[in-house]
C-alpha cells in the first residue's frame, strides 16, 4: 500500500472555542492571565483558528481578545458579535492587533428562536444577516457567519440565508446545532443538502460546531466532515454550555487514528493534548473525567491481569494509539529533597512550563517544602503545585496557617490565620466537621455571600502520603467560579480551594465595579 500524501482538500481547519463557548459554562471562569496562557499553548500546539472571546460582553473580554490578538504567532484570532452593529465594530476592534484576525458574527435562524427570542419575522431575520455580514467585512475579510440553532431551521430558509451570507462576503459558513439535537446521519444530510442546493456553496468553507447534550458532539462533527465541512469548532476536554462542547482531543484522535475511515488531516501537535487538556482543567478547575477519551486518566491504564498480560506481549493488543503519541508520558520519579534549581527548571519546561523570577522562586521553593513532606514527587505532583501557583499569583487573600482538631470528639475546630491584603488576622472556628469549620473561620475573617455549591476531593498521585487536590465551587447571584488546592494534608487544600473560588469572585467584583465607575 503506498503513503497517501495529505491534500490541502483533506485538511480539517481546528477553530477552537475553549476561550469563548467553553468559558461561558457555569463555573469554568479563567483569570485575564490563564486566557493568555491557554491561547498561547493553543497557538503553539496548531490550533488553525483561536476564537478567544466576546469582546462585547465585558471589558475583561475585550481586554483578554485584544492581549491575546497582540501575541498571537500562527493562529487566526477570532472574536464572536451578535448582529448589532456596535457588537461588530467592538470585536473588529479587539482583533485588530492579530495579523490574522476573523469577525465572527451570528443569528438565530430557527422558528423558535425567531419567534420567542428574536421576535423577528424571518424576512427581517433575513436582512439582518446581510447587514451584519456586511459591516463585518467592512472590517476584515475574513468573516464567519453562524446560524444559531441551524439544525432545527427550515431548510429552505436556511439556504437562503447561507445563500445571502456567502453573497455579502462570510468566507465560512458555520451551521451550529446548538442545543445538541441532531444525529450523524442527519448532519450529514443537512451539509450535503446546502452544498448541493446553495448556489454559491463552493465560495465559503462550511463548519461544524456541535453540543453535547445527547452525546454525540464528536460524532456529529466527523459527520458533517464527511459530507464535505473542512472547519470544525472545539474546545479542549470538551468544556462548553450544558453538555459540553466537541472535545478537541477526539475529534484530532480520531481523524488520526482512523484515517482509513476519516480520510482527512489536522495540523495539530497531539503530543500537545494532555498538557492542553491540563491547563484547561487547572485553569477552569473543571476536573476531568477519569474515563475521559484520550486524556482521562485511566485513558491508557490497563487494570484487568487479561489486558496487563496482552499489553506485555504486544501493546496493540489493547491499544489504538500510544500514549506517546498524544503526550503522555510514563509516570516517573522526578525529584526530591536534593533536587536542585536547574533541574527543576529543565522539569518544568519538559511538562511545558514557563515561569521565571518571582515565580519560579517561589514555585521552587514550593517544591522544597513539598519534598520535606512527601517521599516521592512525581511529574503530577510538579504540575499541581506549578499550577496552584500560577493561580494565587495575584490572589488577595491567601493562607498563612492553619491548625484542625478533629476527630470523634466534636465540636471540631480550626484555627486559621490569612494574609488579607498584606495584613495578618487569625480566627478561631467551630463547625459540623473540620471542613466546616475552615470554611466558617474563612467566612468570618472575609464575610462574604456566597453559596459552597461543589466541593470534591481526589488524590493526585497514589499512596497514603499523595498530594489531595481538592475543587471548591462557590455561586454569587448567577455567577459562579471554580477553583483547586493541592496539598499532602486534605484540610490545607480545602482551605486554599476555597479561598482560590473566594480571590477569583473578588477579582470578579472588582472588575464590574470597574466597569461601573468608568461608564
Ligand atoms: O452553539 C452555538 O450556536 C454557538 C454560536 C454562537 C456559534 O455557540
Ligand atoms: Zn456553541
Given amino acids: 500500500m503506498t503513503a497517501q500524501t495529505p491534500s490541502d482538500k483533506d485538511r480539517v481547519v481546528i477553530f ?31 490550533v488553525d483558528v483561536i476564537e478567544a472571546g466576546f469582546p462585547i460582553a465585558s471589558e475583561g473580554d475585550f481586554a ?31 482583533i485588530k492587533p492579530a495579523p490574522r484576525r476573523r469577525i465572527h458574527t451570528f443569528l438565530s435562524t430557527s422558528p423558535v428562536h425567531m419567534k420567542y427570542k428574536l421576535q423577528k419575522e424571518p424576512h427581517e431575520v433575513y436582512e439582518m444577516v446581510i447587514a451584519q455580514v456586511t ?37 465560512t459558513i ?61 474546545t479542549v476536554n470538551g468544556i462548553g454550555e450544558r453538555a459540553g462542547n466537541a472535545a478537541l482531543e477526539e475529534i484530532v484522535m480520531a481523524i488520526r487514528t482512523r484515517s482509513d475511515v476519516l480520510p482527512f488531516w489536522t495540523g495539530i501537535d497531539t503530543t500537545m493534548l494532555t498538557r492542553a487538556s491540563k491547563l ?53 520519579l522526578v525529584m526530591g529533597k536534593h533536587s536542585g534549581r536547574h533541574a527543576f527548571m529543565h522539569k518544568l519546561e519538559e511538562l511545558g512550563y514557563k515561569l521565571a523570577g518571582n515565580q519560579l ?27 496552584e501557583e500560577i493561580a494565587t499569583a495575584q490572589d488577595r487573600i491567601k493562607l498563612v496557617s492553619l491548625t484542625v482538631i478533629a476527630g470523634t470528639m466534636g465540636p471540631q475546630s480550626a484555627t486559621l490565620t490569612l494574609d488579607v491584603d ?56 448567577d455567577h459562579a467560579v471554580t477553583s483547586r488546592g493541592a496539598d499532602p494534608d486534605t484540610l490545607v487544600a480545602s482551605a486554599k480551594a476555597y479561598l482560590g473560588a473566594l480571590n477569583k469572585l473578588m477579582a470578579r467584583g472588582a472588575r464590574m465595579h470597574a466597569q461601573h465607575a468608568a461608564q
Fill in 16 to 46: 477552537d472555542t475553549t476561550l469563548r463557548d467553553g468559558e461561558q459554562c457555569p463555573g469554568a471562569t479563567m483569570t485575564h492571565d490563564e486566557k493568555l496562557e491557554v491561547a498561547e499553548l493553543l497557538d503553539r500546539m496548531g
Fill in 64 to 94: 483578554a481578545v485584544h492581549e491575546i490578538a497582540k501575541r498571537a504567532k500562527n493562529a487566526v484570532i477570532c472574536g464572536l458579535s451578535r448582529a448589532a452593529p456596535k457588537d461588530i465594530d467592538r470585536c473588529a476592534e479587539a
Fill in 135 to 171: 459591516r463585518a467585512r467592512n472590517h476584515t475579510d475574513d468573516v464567519e457567519w453562524s446560524a444559531e440553532d441551524g439544525t432545527r431551521t427550515e431548510h429552505d430558509f436556511l439556504c437562503r440565508c447561507v445563500e445571502a451570507a456567502i453573497k455579502a462576503g462570510a468566507t
Fill in 174 to 234: 458555520n451551521i451550529p446545532d446548538t442545543v445538541g439535537y441532531t444525529v450523524p446521519e442527519e448532519y450529514y444530510a443537512l451539509f450535503k443538502m446546502l452544498r448541493e442546493r446553495v448556489a454559491n456553496a463552493d465560495k465559503a468553507v462550511f463548519s461544524a460546531h456541535c453540543h453535547n447534550d445527547l452525546g454525540m458532539a464528536v460524532a456529529n462533527s466527523l459527520a458533517a466532515a464527511k459530507a464535505g465541512v473542512r472547519q470544525i469548532e472545539c
Fill in 280 to 332: 484547561v482543567s487547572a485553569a477552569t478547575s473543571f476536573p476531568v473525567q477519569y474515563n475521559k477519551a484520550i486524556v482521562g486518566r485511566n485513558a491508557f491504564a490497563h487494570e484487568s491481569g487479561i489486558h496487563q498480560d496482552g499489553m506485555l506481549k504486544n501493546a496493540q493488543t489493547y491499544e489504538i494509539m500510544t500514549p506517546e503519541s498524544v503526550g503522555v508520558k510514563q509516570t516517573s
Fill in 361 to 387: 522562586e517561589d514555585a521552587f521553593l514550593r517544591l522544597k517544602a513539598l519534598a520535606d513532606r512527601k517521599k516521592h514527587i512525581y511529574d503530577e505532583d510538579i504540575e499541581a503545585l506549578v499550577d
Fill in 422 to 477: 498584606g495584613r495578618h488576622q487569625t480566627v478561631q472556628a467551630s463547625g459540623n466537621g473540620p471542613v466546616d469549620a475552615i470554611f466558617n473561620g474563612i467566612k468570618t475573617l472575609v464575610p462574604h455571600e456566597a453559596v459552597l455549591e461543589l466541593f470534591q476531593v481526589h488524590a493526585v498521585t497514589e499512596g497514603t502520603d499523595a498530594q489531595a487536590e481538592v475543587s471548591v465551587r462557590l455561586a454569587q447571584g
